[in-house]
């Protein structure tokens, strides 16, 4: 099946600095989501993207749908301690159902 | 409001014993999902449903079983022949035609 490979891991930062997390997969995708999870929480949907080259702002955040069509990229710009949690990537076909591939997430933690 | 419940919070098993994780939406959703996320990675697909009365297996189905008899619950058993039950278990439903999965609160189930 198809694999996502997210990046980094985790993330130390200092607040007020960006963030740049992405995700490469070994197959394309038609749609690209990012979510984000806090502590013992469900996921909650930041930006989704249904266009190679796609460019999408929310707030602070903003992602792009690769032009290759398998990897996506999510920055967050001058962080604040609430963008804690963890950041999944996920990839979506057309033709799955809507089954989503999810990456194993970026873990984000933020000193004020 | 409108919206994904999934009860208990936390849920206790002893070994052998068979346990129900309960999930309710009011969003009028045709698809439901049910993943199974443990530390350190993504969520993993163990069964989904896009229409009432019928559901498919997700990536790691052994061990599970599901029941789709009304389009607003997709209860999920953990049952005895699952040997690493103890995760976060969470469900999520999408309105068919739409890419994005909402997602519920989730369940920690613990084996003692």
């Known amino acids: 099946g198809q694999q996502l490979n997210q990046s980094p891991q985790s993330m130390f930062i200092q607040e007020g600095e960006d963030v740049s997390m992405n995700c490469t997969s070994s197959?394309?995708?038609?749609?690209w989501l990012w979510y984000k999870q806090d502590p013992g929480e469900g996921p909650v949907l930041l930006i989704a993207l249904y266009k190679a080259g796609e460019l999408t702002s929310n707030g602070r955040l903003t992602a792009q749908f690769g032009i290759t069509r398998k990897d996506s990229f999510l920055n967050i710009s001058a962080s604040i301690p609430s963008d804690v949690g963890i950041y999944f990537c996920?990839?979506?076909?057309?033709?799955?159902?809507?089954?989503?591939?999810f990456g194993d997430g970026t873990t984000l933690t933020v000193k004020p | 409001d409108g919206g994904i419940t999934q009860s208990p919070k936390y849920l206790f098993r002893k070994e052998g014993q068979n346990v129900t994780l309960s999930c309710e939406q009011n969003?009028?959703?045709?698809?439901m999902y049910w993943y199974r996320q443990d530390p350190g990675q993504g969520l993993r697909l163990i069964y989904y449903?896009?229409?009432?009365?019928?559901?498919q297996k997700g990536d790691i189905a052994e061990g599970y079983s599901v029941s789709r008899e009304k389009k607003e619950s997709f209860p999920l058993t953990v049952t005895s022949a699952q040997k690493n039950p103890t995760a976060f278990y969470l469900c999520?439903?999408?309105?068919?035609?739409?890419?994005?999965?909402?997602f519920g609160p989730g369940t920690r189930l613990l084996v003692l």
């Open positions: 999520a439903s999408r309105h068919t035609g739409e890419e994005t999965q909402y």
């Open positions: 197959s394309i995708f038609n749609t």
């Open positions: 996920a990839g979506q076909l057309i033709t799955n159902a809507g089954k989503s591939t």
């Open positions: 449903s896009q229409i009432v009365n019928d559901f």
């Open positions: 969003l009028n959703h045709d698809a």
